[in-house]
Protein backbone atom coordinates (compact mmCIF):
# COMPACT_ATOMS: atom_id res chain seq x y z
CA UNK A 1 0.00 0.00 0.00
CA UNK A 2 1.25 3.34 -0.66
CA UNK A 3 2.16 5.79 1.88
CA UNK A 4 -0.46 8.39 2.91
CA UNK A 5 0.18 11.65 1.29
CA UNK A 6 1.36 14.26 3.01
CA UNK A 7 -0.06 17.42 2.51
CA UNK A 8 0.59 20.98 3.05
CA UNK A 9 -1.18 25.00 2.82
CA UNK A 10 0.39 27.98 2.41
CA UNK A 11 -1.06 31.07 3.58
CA UNK A 12 0.18 34.21 1.93
CA UNK A 13 -0.69 36.98 4.58
CA UNK A 14 -0.56 40.55 2.54
CA UNK A 15 -2.75 43.47 0.74
CA UNK A 16 0.81 44.00 -1.00
CA UNK A 17 0.23 40.89 -2.87
CA UNK A 18 -3.76 40.86 -3.59
CA UNK A 19 -3.47 44.57 -5.14
CA UNK A 20 -0.34 43.56 -7.41
CA UNK A 21 2.27 45.59 -5.80
CA UNK A 22 4.55 42.62 -4.70
CA UNK A 23 5.12 39.70 -6.98
CA UNK A 24 4.78 36.49 -4.19
CA UNK A 25 8.09 34.32 -4.45
CA UNK A 26 7.60 31.94 -1.84
CA UNK A 27 5.24 30.03 -3.19
CA UNK A 28 7.31 28.58 -5.91
CA UNK A 29 10.01 28.15 -3.56
CA UNK A 30 7.95 26.45 -0.68
CA UNK A 31 6.66 23.96 -3.55
CA UNK A 32 9.64 22.70 -4.77
CA UNK A 33 11.22 22.54 -1.22
CA UNK A 34 8.39 20.38 0.58
CA UNK A 35 8.70 18.30 -2.51
CA UNK A 36 12.04 17.35 -2.18
CA UNK A 37 11.27 15.96 1.51
CA UNK A 38 7.78 13.63 0.43
CA UNK A 39 5.31 16.60 1.39
CA UNK A 40 3.22 17.90 -1.11
CA UNK A 41 1.78 21.75 -1.37
CA UNK A 42 -1.84 21.02 -2.15
CA UNK A 43 -3.24 24.66 -2.07
CA UNK A 44 -1.91 28.26 -1.46
CA UNK A 45 -4.29 31.09 -0.17
CA UNK A 46 -3.75 34.50 -0.91
CA UNK A 47 -5.30 36.25 1.98
CA UNK A 48 -5.62 40.31 2.92
CA UNK A 49 -4.69 41.97 6.45
CA UNK A 50 -8.41 41.39 8.04
CA UNK A 51 -8.25 39.70 11.21
CA UNK A 52 -11.56 37.62 11.08
CA UNK A 53 -10.39 36.52 7.46
CA UNK A 54 -6.74 35.32 8.50
CA UNK A 55 -8.62 33.83 11.46
CA UNK A 56 -11.48 31.82 9.76
CA UNK A 57 -8.60 30.67 7.20
CA UNK A 58 -6.30 29.40 9.58
CA UNK A 59 -9.13 27.29 11.34
CA UNK A 60 -10.30 26.20 8.39
CA UNK A 61 -6.43 24.91 6.70
CA UNK A 62 -5.10 23.58 10.15
CA UNK A 63 -7.57 21.10 10.35
CA UNK A 64 -7.46 20.14 6.64
CA UNK A 65 -3.51 19.98 5.89
CA UNK A 66 -0.83 18.09 7.66
CA UNK A 67 1.09 21.27 7.13
CA UNK A 68 0.45 24.56 7.48
CA UNK A 69 3.00 27.51 6.48
CA UNK A 70 2.31 31.29 6.44
CA UNK A 71 4.07 34.13 5.22
CA UNK A 72 4.44 37.66 5.87
CA UNK A 73 2.57 39.80 8.91
CA UNK A 74 5.13 39.31 11.71
CA UNK A 75 7.03 42.76 11.51
CA UNK A 76 6.74 46.02 13.80
CA UNK A 77 3.97 47.79 12.31
CA UNK A 78 0.21 48.34 12.88
CA UNK A 79 -0.32 45.77 9.36
CA UNK A 80 1.29 43.11 11.05
CA UNK A 81 -1.27 40.59 12.39
CA UNK A 82 -0.20 37.41 11.38
CA UNK A 83 0.81 36.75 14.79
CA UNK A 84 -2.05 37.96 17.25
CA UNK A 85 -4.53 36.39 14.44
CA UNK A 86 -2.25 32.46 15.08
CA UNK A 87 -2.74 32.96 18.74
CA UNK A 88 -7.01 34.15 18.25
CA UNK A 89 -7.17 31.15 16.31
CA UNK A 90 -5.67 28.94 18.55
CA UNK A 91 -7.83 30.58 21.66
CA UNK A 92 -4.53 31.26 23.19
CA UNK A 93 -2.79 34.41 24.63
CA UNK A 94 -0.06 35.88 23.15
CA UNK A 95 2.49 36.93 25.51
CA UNK A 96 6.44 37.98 25.46
CA UNK A 97 8.34 34.85 24.17
CA UNK A 98 11.55 34.85 26.40
CA UNK A 99 13.87 34.05 24.16
CA UNK A 100 12.64 35.86 21.47
CA UNK A 101 12.63 38.88 23.64
CA UNK A 102 16.08 37.56 24.55
CA UNK A 103 17.61 37.47 21.00
CA UNK A 104 16.22 41.08 19.75
CA UNK A 105 17.92 42.51 23.15
CA UNK A 106 20.98 40.99 21.82
CA UNK A 107 20.20 42.41 18.33
CA UNK A 108 19.46 46.23 18.57
CA UNK A 109 21.88 48.73 20.14
CA UNK A 110 20.41 49.92 23.70
CA UNK A 111 17.32 52.53 23.49
CA UNK A 112 16.23 50.92 20.42
CA UNK A 113 13.81 47.95 21.27
CA UNK A 114 11.29 50.45 20.78
CA UNK A 115 7.50 49.04 21.51
CA UNK A 116 6.57 48.80 18.31
CA UNK A 117 10.07 46.40 17.74
CA UNK A 118 8.99 44.26 20.95
CA UNK A 119 6.03 43.32 19.31
CA UNK A 120 7.82 41.18 17.13
CA UNK A 121 9.38 38.98 20.31
CA UNK A 122 5.23 37.95 21.19
CA UNK A 123 4.17 34.52 20.20
CA UNK A 124 0.78 32.79 20.94
CA UNK A 125 2.03 30.82 24.54
CA UNK A 126 3.84 27.59 24.03
CA UNK A 127 5.37 28.68 20.69
CA UNK A 128 8.56 26.94 19.34
CA UNK A 129 10.60 29.53 17.89
CA UNK A 130 11.58 29.57 14.27
CA UNK A 131 15.23 31.25 13.39
CA UNK A 132 16.08 34.28 11.18
CA UNK A 133 19.95 33.97 10.46
CA UNK A 134 19.11 37.23 8.84
CA UNK A 135 17.84 39.80 10.77
CA UNK A 136 17.10 37.92 13.92
CA UNK A 137 13.65 38.51 14.15
CA UNK A 138 11.83 35.17 14.65
CA UNK A 139 9.16 32.92 13.37
CA UNK A 140 7.51 30.70 15.22
CA UNK A 141 5.27 26.83 15.46
CA UNK A 142 2.35 26.01 17.02
CA UNK A 143 1.19 22.59 16.78
CA UNK A 144 0.94 22.14 12.67
CA UNK A 145 1.69 26.09 11.92
CA UNK A 146 4.64 27.73 10.75
CA UNK A 147 4.62 30.82 10.69
CA UNK A 148 7.49 32.75 8.55
CA UNK A 149 8.30 36.03 7.61
CA UNK A 150 7.35 37.35 3.87
CA UNK A 151 10.50 38.70 2.81
CA UNK A 152 11.68 35.83 0.14
CA UNK A 153 15.88 35.79 1.84
CA UNK A 154 14.50 35.44 5.26
CA UNK A 155 11.78 33.51 4.68
CA UNK A 156 13.66 30.54 2.72
CA UNK A 157 16.71 30.69 5.69
CA UNK A 158 13.67 30.37 8.24
CA UNK A 159 12.24 27.27 6.29
CA UNK A 160 15.77 25.90 5.98
CA UNK A 161 15.87 25.88 9.73
CA UNK A 162 12.50 24.21 9.95
CA UNK A 163 13.07 21.63 7.80
CA UNK A 164 14.40 18.54 10.30
CA UNK A 165 10.89 19.22 12.14
CA UNK A 166 8.65 18.12 8.68
CA UNK A 167 7.79 14.41 8.41
CA UNK A 168 7.57 13.72 4.59
CA UNK A 169 6.22 10.61 2.89
CA UNK A 170 7.53 9.45 -0.53
CA UNK A 171 9.08 12.58 -2.38
CA UNK A 172 7.40 13.10 -6.32
CA UNK A 173 10.15 12.07 -8.59
CA UNK A 174 9.88 14.34 -11.67
CA UNK A 175 10.80 13.95 -15.48
CA UNK A 176 10.02 16.17 -18.15
CA UNK A 177 10.53 16.77 -22.03
CA UNK A 178 9.88 19.28 -24.57
CA UNK A 179 8.49 18.46 -27.61
CA UNK A 180 8.29 20.71 -30.88
CA UNK A 181 4.65 19.25 -31.18
CA UNK A 182 1.95 21.55 -30.47
CA UNK A 183 -0.37 20.42 -27.52
CA UNK A 184 -3.59 19.36 -29.36
CA UNK A 185 -1.39 17.06 -31.40
CA UNK A 186 -0.05 14.98 -28.51
CA UNK A 187 -3.30 15.23 -26.31
CA UNK A 188 -5.27 12.19 -27.52
CA UNK A 189 -2.29 9.88 -27.34
CA UNK A 190 -1.06 11.53 -23.58
CA UNK A 191 -4.45 11.23 -21.97
CA UNK A 192 -4.30 7.36 -23.47
CA UNK A 193 -0.86 6.93 -21.51
CA UNK A 194 -2.24 8.89 -18.59
CA UNK A 195 -5.18 6.00 -18.41
CA UNK A 196 -2.30 3.41 -18.64
CA UNK A 197 -0.03 4.97 -15.60
CA UNK A 198 -2.40 6.03 -13.17
CA UNK A 199 0.07 6.53 -10.42
CA UNK A 200 2.40 8.65 -12.52
CA UNK A 201 1.14 12.23 -13.13
CA UNK A 202 0.91 13.84 -16.42
CA UNK A 203 0.98 17.52 -16.98
CA UNK A 204 1.51 19.02 -20.53
CA UNK A 205 2.47 22.66 -20.93
CA UNK A 206 2.34 24.61 -24.16
CA UNK A 207 4.50 27.60 -25.16
CA UNK A 208 4.58 30.01 -27.62
CA UNK A 209 8.68 31.18 -27.77
CA UNK A 210 9.17 34.08 -30.52
CA UNK A 211 6.78 31.52 -32.89
CA UNK A 212 8.21 28.47 -32.06
CA UNK A 213 5.47 26.77 -30.56
CA UNK A 214 5.79 23.23 -28.17
CA UNK A 215 4.96 21.63 -25.34
CA UNK A 216 6.38 20.28 -21.95
CA UNK A 217 5.43 17.35 -20.91
CA UNK A 218 6.03 16.44 -17.11
CA UNK A 219 5.93 13.11 -15.39
CA UNK A 220 5.55 12.93 -11.82
CA UNK A 221 5.56 9.71 -9.66
CA UNK A 222 7.03 8.84 -6.23
CA UNK A 223 8.46 4.70 -8.31
CA UNK A 224 11.56 5.31 -10.04
CA UNK A 225 10.53 2.46 -12.00
CA UNK A 226 7.05 3.39 -12.96
CA UNK A 227 8.55 6.40 -13.91
CA UNK A 228 11.01 5.58 -16.12
CA UNK A 229 8.47 3.44 -18.09
CA UNK A 230 5.76 6.06 -18.68
CA UNK A 231 9.06 8.02 -19.83
CA UNK A 232 9.63 5.36 -22.51
CA UNK A 233 6.49 4.86 -23.82
CA UNK A 234 6.12 8.65 -23.75
CA UNK A 235 9.44 9.38 -25.54
CA UNK A 236 8.18 6.32 -28.10
CA UNK A 237 4.86 8.64 -28.72
CA UNK A 238 6.38 11.85 -29.51
CA UNK A 239 8.46 10.23 -31.82
CA UNK A 240 6.05 8.32 -34.07
CA UNK A 241 4.09 11.63 -33.98
CA UNK A 242 7.05 13.01 -35.47
CA UNK A 243 7.97 15.11 -32.74
CA UNK A 244 10.87 14.10 -31.07
CA UNK A 245 12.04 15.90 -27.98
CA UNK A 246 14.80 16.52 -25.48
CA UNK A 247 14.52 15.11 -21.77
CA UNK A 248 15.31 17.99 -19.53
CA UNK A 249 17.97 17.94 -16.78
CA UNK A 250 15.60 18.16 -14.28
CA UNK A 251 16.44 20.31 -11.24
CA UNK A 252 18.10 18.71 -8.26
CA UNK A 253 14.90 20.24 -6.19
CA UNK A 254 12.39 19.09 -8.39
CA UNK A 255 13.29 15.36 -7.18
CA UNK A 256 15.54 14.32 -10.43
CA UNK A 257 15.06 10.93 -11.32
CA UNK A 258 17.30 8.14 -12.67
CA UNK B 1 -22.02 56.43 2.54
CA UNK B 2 -19.84 54.91 0.99
CA UNK B 3 -19.87 52.36 -2.01
CA UNK B 4 -20.20 48.87 -1.21
CA UNK B 5 -16.74 47.55 -1.88
CA UNK B 6 -16.65 44.98 -4.93
CA UNK B 7 -14.68 42.00 -4.45
CA UNK B 8 -12.97 39.18 -6.37
CA UNK B 9 -11.23 35.82 -5.78
CA UNK B 10 -8.85 34.52 -8.25
CA UNK B 11 -8.73 30.84 -8.71
CA UNK B 12 -5.46 29.79 -9.70
CA UNK B 13 -5.78 26.02 -11.25
CA UNK B 14 -2.77 23.92 -11.51
CA UNK B 15 -0.21 21.51 -10.08
CA UNK B 16 2.52 23.43 -11.70
CA UNK B 17 2.30 26.47 -9.65
CA UNK B 18 1.80 24.27 -6.88
CA UNK B 19 4.93 22.35 -7.35
CA UNK B 20 7.14 25.19 -8.13
CA UNK B 21 7.51 24.37 -11.93
CA UNK B 22 5.48 27.59 -12.89
CA UNK B 23 5.47 31.22 -11.71
CA UNK B 24 2.52 32.28 -11.65
CA UNK B 25 2.17 35.78 -12.86
CA UNK B 26 -1.80 36.05 -13.54
CA UNK B 27 -2.28 37.01 -9.69
CA UNK B 28 -0.30 40.37 -9.83
CA UNK B 29 -1.69 41.85 -13.50
CA UNK B 30 -5.02 41.03 -11.86
CA UNK B 31 -4.82 43.01 -8.69
CA UNK B 32 -3.84 45.62 -10.44
CA UNK B 33 -6.33 45.41 -13.93
CA UNK B 34 -8.88 45.27 -11.25
CA UNK B 35 -8.20 47.81 -8.87
CA UNK B 36 -8.35 50.13 -11.88
CA UNK B 37 -11.64 49.63 -12.01
CA UNK B 38 -12.81 49.90 -8.80
CA UNK B 39 -12.73 45.84 -7.88
CA UNK B 40 -11.17 44.37 -5.13
CA UNK B 41 -9.36 41.35 -5.39
CA UNK B 42 -9.58 39.85 -1.86
CA UNK B 43 -8.21 36.34 -2.18
CA UNK B 44 -6.72 34.36 -4.89
CA UNK B 45 -6.55 30.54 -3.91
CA UNK B 46 -4.04 27.96 -5.88
CA UNK B 47 -5.61 24.79 -6.40
CA UNK B 48 -4.71 21.59 -7.84
CA UNK B 49 -5.85 19.94 -10.84
CA UNK B 50 -8.18 17.49 -9.26
CA UNK B 51 -12.07 17.17 -9.66
CA UNK B 52 -13.64 17.49 -6.38
CA UNK B 53 -11.18 20.29 -5.56
CA UNK B 54 -11.93 22.58 -8.40
CA UNK B 55 -15.62 21.89 -8.54
CA UNK B 56 -16.07 22.46 -4.39
CA UNK B 57 -13.66 25.39 -3.87
CA UNK B 58 -15.35 26.99 -6.93
CA UNK B 59 -19.38 27.01 -4.89
CA UNK B 60 -17.39 28.14 -2.36
CA UNK B 61 -16.16 31.62 -3.92
CA UNK B 62 -18.71 32.02 -6.15
CA UNK B 63 -21.12 32.41 -3.29
CA UNK B 64 -19.00 34.66 -1.40
CA UNK B 65 -17.22 37.03 -3.95
CA UNK B 66 -18.83 39.08 -6.51
CA UNK B 67 -16.54 37.87 -9.19
CA UNK B 68 -14.71 35.18 -9.86
CA UNK B 69 -11.49 34.46 -12.43
CA UNK B 70 -10.23 31.19 -12.79
CA UNK B 71 -6.64 30.72 -14.85
CA UNK B 72 -5.47 27.91 -16.32
CA UNK B 73 -6.94 23.94 -16.98
CA UNK B 74 -8.56 25.01 -20.60
CA UNK B 75 -6.50 23.31 -23.19
CA UNK B 76 -6.82 20.31 -25.18
CA UNK B 77 -4.99 17.75 -22.57
CA UNK B 78 -6.37 15.73 -20.40
CA UNK B 79 -5.58 17.60 -17.48
CA UNK B 80 -7.54 20.79 -18.77
CA UNK B 81 -10.70 19.70 -16.50
CA UNK B 82 -11.90 23.22 -15.46
CA UNK B 83 -14.82 23.53 -18.11
CA UNK B 84 -15.89 20.88 -17.08
CA UNK B 85 -15.39 21.04 -13.33
CA UNK B 86 -17.64 24.33 -13.73
CA UNK B 87 -20.23 22.81 -15.56
CA UNK B 88 -20.50 20.12 -12.79
CA UNK B 89 -20.09 23.16 -9.95
CA UNK B 90 -23.24 24.91 -11.19
CA UNK B 91 -25.13 21.73 -12.55
CA UNK B 92 -25.21 22.56 -15.83
CA UNK B 93 -24.57 20.18 -19.01
CA UNK B 94 -20.87 20.74 -20.68
CA UNK B 95 -21.39 20.89 -24.50
CA UNK B 96 -20.21 22.20 -27.45
CA UNK B 97 -20.62 25.74 -27.95
CA UNK B 98 -21.79 26.47 -31.58
CA UNK B 99 -19.63 29.64 -31.78
CA UNK B 100 -16.48 28.58 -30.54
CA UNK B 101 -16.92 25.39 -32.67
CA UNK B 102 -17.08 27.66 -35.40
CA UNK B 103 -13.49 30.05 -34.51
CA UNK B 104 -11.58 27.24 -33.94
CA UNK B 105 -12.78 25.61 -37.81
CA UNK B 106 -11.81 28.88 -39.10
CA UNK B 107 -8.29 28.54 -36.89
CA UNK B 108 -7.15 24.91 -38.09
CA UNK B 109 -6.02 23.85 -41.15
CA UNK B 110 -8.79 21.07 -42.52
CA UNK B 111 -8.12 17.71 -40.76
CA UNK B 112 -6.43 19.62 -37.91
CA UNK B 113 -9.42 20.13 -35.58
CA UNK B 114 -8.93 16.66 -33.65
CA UNK B 115 -11.35 15.27 -30.70
CA UNK B 116 -8.71 16.59 -28.20
CA UNK B 117 -8.97 20.61 -29.87
CA UNK B 118 -12.47 19.92 -29.80
CA UNK B 119 -12.41 19.60 -26.06
CA UNK B 120 -12.05 23.54 -26.20
CA UNK B 121 -15.14 24.56 -27.84
CA UNK B 122 -16.92 22.72 -25.29
CA UNK B 123 -18.36 25.09 -22.30
CA UNK B 124 -21.12 25.18 -19.54
CA UNK B 125 -24.97 25.52 -21.37
CA UNK B 126 -25.14 28.95 -22.05
CA UNK B 127 -21.76 30.39 -21.23
CA UNK B 128 -20.99 33.32 -23.02
CA UNK B 129 -17.54 33.36 -24.94
CA UNK B 130 -14.56 35.54 -23.54
CA UNK B 131 -12.43 36.29 -27.18
CA UNK B 132 -8.59 34.99 -27.74
CA UNK B 133 -7.34 37.31 -30.00
CA UNK B 134 -3.92 35.02 -29.44
CA UNK B 135 -4.39 31.75 -30.27
CA UNK B 136 -8.16 31.62 -30.73
CA UNK B 137 -9.50 28.78 -27.95
CA UNK B 138 -11.91 30.95 -26.01
CA UNK B 139 -12.59 31.14 -22.79
CA UNK B 140 -16.21 31.94 -21.18
CA UNK B 141 -18.05 33.79 -18.72
CA UNK B 142 -20.91 32.02 -16.74
CA UNK B 143 -22.52 34.16 -14.11
CA UNK B 144 -19.95 36.04 -12.29
CA UNK B 145 -17.37 33.54 -12.96
CA UNK B 146 -15.00 34.13 -15.37
CA UNK B 147 -12.75 31.45 -17.10
CA UNK B 148 -9.24 32.05 -18.63
CA UNK B 149 -6.44 30.64 -19.81
CA UNK B 150 -2.94 30.36 -17.85
CA UNK B 151 -0.79 31.83 -19.86
CA UNK B 152 -0.14 34.90 -18.90
CA UNK B 153 -0.49 36.80 -22.73
CA UNK B 154 -3.47 35.16 -23.44
CA UNK B 155 -5.07 35.91 -19.84
CA UNK B 156 -4.18 39.68 -20.15
CA UNK B 157 -5.88 39.88 -23.91
CA UNK B 158 -8.78 37.72 -22.76
CA UNK B 159 -9.37 40.42 -19.59
CA UNK B 160 -9.20 43.13 -21.69
CA UNK B 161 -12.19 42.07 -23.59
CA UNK B 162 -14.25 41.32 -20.76
CA UNK B 163 -13.41 44.89 -18.51
CA UNK B 164 -16.41 46.13 -20.13
CA UNK B 165 -18.50 43.63 -18.32
CA UNK B 166 -17.49 44.45 -15.00
CA UNK B 167 -19.31 46.88 -12.75
CA UNK B 168 -16.91 48.07 -10.46
CA UNK B 169 -17.30 50.67 -7.31
CA UNK B 170 -14.56 52.95 -6.60
CA UNK B 171 -10.70 52.66 -7.21
CA UNK B 172 -8.67 52.49 -4.80
CA UNK B 173 -5.74 55.46 -5.47
CA UNK B 174 -2.56 55.61 -3.59
CA UNK B 175 0.54 56.89 -2.91
CA UNK B 176 4.06 55.47 -1.87
CA UNK B 177 6.45 56.87 -0.01
CA UNK B 178 10.23 55.27 0.15
CA UNK B 179 12.45 56.30 3.44
CA UNK B 180 15.56 55.44 4.20
CA UNK B 181 14.10 54.70 7.80
CA UNK B 182 13.88 50.81 9.44
CA UNK B 183 10.25 49.81 9.74
CA UNK B 184 10.67 49.75 13.35
CA UNK B 185 11.40 53.29 13.40
CA UNK B 186 8.38 54.35 12.19
CA UNK B 187 5.89 51.88 13.05
CA UNK B 188 5.21 53.67 16.43
CA UNK B 189 3.93 56.56 14.79
CA UNK B 190 2.46 55.32 11.26
CA UNK B 191 0.37 53.17 13.52
CA UNK B 192 -1.17 56.36 15.66
CA UNK B 193 -1.55 58.27 11.69
CA UNK B 194 -3.80 55.07 10.66
CA UNK B 195 -5.50 55.55 13.89
CA UNK B 196 -6.35 58.98 12.69
CA UNK B 197 -7.60 57.49 8.96
CA UNK B 198 -9.06 54.65 9.13
CA UNK B 199 -9.98 55.04 5.50
CA UNK B 200 -6.82 55.26 4.47
CA UNK B 201 -5.26 51.95 4.21
CA UNK B 202 -1.62 52.03 5.44
CA UNK B 203 0.97 49.29 4.41
CA UNK B 204 4.60 49.37 5.31
CA UNK B 205 7.49 47.19 3.45
CA UNK B 206 10.29 46.73 4.45
CA UNK B 207 13.41 46.35 2.30
CA UNK B 208 17.29 45.83 2.68
CA UNK B 209 18.98 46.35 -1.07
CA UNK B 210 22.46 45.36 -0.99
CA UNK B 211 22.69 46.78 2.89
CA UNK B 212 20.72 49.89 2.34
CA UNK B 213 17.75 49.24 4.51
CA UNK B 214 15.13 51.29 4.05
CA UNK B 215 11.12 51.28 3.96
CA UNK B 216 8.19 51.46 1.75
CA UNK B 217 5.04 53.01 2.82
CA UNK B 218 2.01 52.94 0.76
CA UNK B 219 -1.34 54.57 1.23
CA UNK B 220 -4.21 53.85 -0.34
CA UNK B 221 -8.31 54.82 -0.40
CA UNK B 222 -10.48 55.99 -2.44
CA UNK B 223 -11.21 59.86 -1.49
CA UNK B 224 -8.55 61.99 -3.14
CA UNK B 225 -8.39 64.29 -0.67
CA UNK B 226 -8.39 62.12 2.49
CA UNK B 227 -5.48 60.40 0.69
CA UNK B 228 -3.88 64.04 0.21
CA UNK B 229 -4.07 64.87 4.09
CA UNK B 230 -2.74 61.36 4.83
CA UNK B 231 0.39 61.61 2.99
CA UNK B 232 1.40 65.48 4.28
CA UNK B 233 1.03 64.43 7.44
CA UNK B 234 2.95 61.21 6.88
CA UNK B 235 5.75 63.41 4.80
CA UNK B 236 5.69 65.80 8.27
CA UNK B 237 6.00 62.10 10.50
CA UNK B 238 9.01 61.15 8.46
CA UNK B 239 10.42 64.39 8.57
CA UNK B 240 10.68 64.81 11.91
CA UNK B 241 12.41 61.04 12.27
CA UNK B 242 14.78 62.22 10.40
CA UNK B 243 14.43 59.68 8.02
CA UNK B 244 12.93 62.19 4.80
CA UNK B 245 12.27 59.95 1.92
CA UNK B 246 10.74 60.42 -1.73
CA UNK B 247 7.22 60.04 -2.73
CA UNK B 248 6.88 57.56 -5.45
CA UNK B 249 5.62 58.20 -9.02
CA UNK B 250 2.81 55.66 -8.96
CA UNK B 251 2.20 54.08 -11.99
CA UNK B 252 -0.93 54.86 -13.97
CA UNK B 253 -2.64 50.92 -13.16
CA UNK B 254 -1.88 51.44 -9.41
CA UNK B 255 -4.30 54.57 -9.19
CA UNK B 256 -1.86 56.95 -9.21
CA UNK B 257 -3.39 59.58 -6.96
CA UNK B 258 -3.20 63.82 -7.55
Known amino acids: MPDKTVTACLLIIG ?11 NLAFLGRRLNDIGIRLTEAR ?8 VVDTLNTVRTT ?4 FTTGGIGPTHDD ?3 SCVAKAFG ?14 AHYPPGQLNEARLRMAHTPEG ?9 TAPGFQIENVFVMAGIPQIMQAMFEGIVHRLVGGQPLLSRSITVTLPE ?13 YPDVE ?13 TRLVLRAADPARLTAAAGELDDLVKALGGGGEWDQDLPNEGGAT
Open 15 to 25: NEILSGRTQDA
Open 46 to 53: VIPDIEAV
Open 65 to 68: FDYV
Open 81 to 83: ITS
Open 92 to 105: LPLSLHPEAHARLQ
Open 127 to 135: AQLIDNPVS
Open 184 to 196: GRVAKDLGALQDT
Open 202 to 214: MGSYPFNRQGNIG
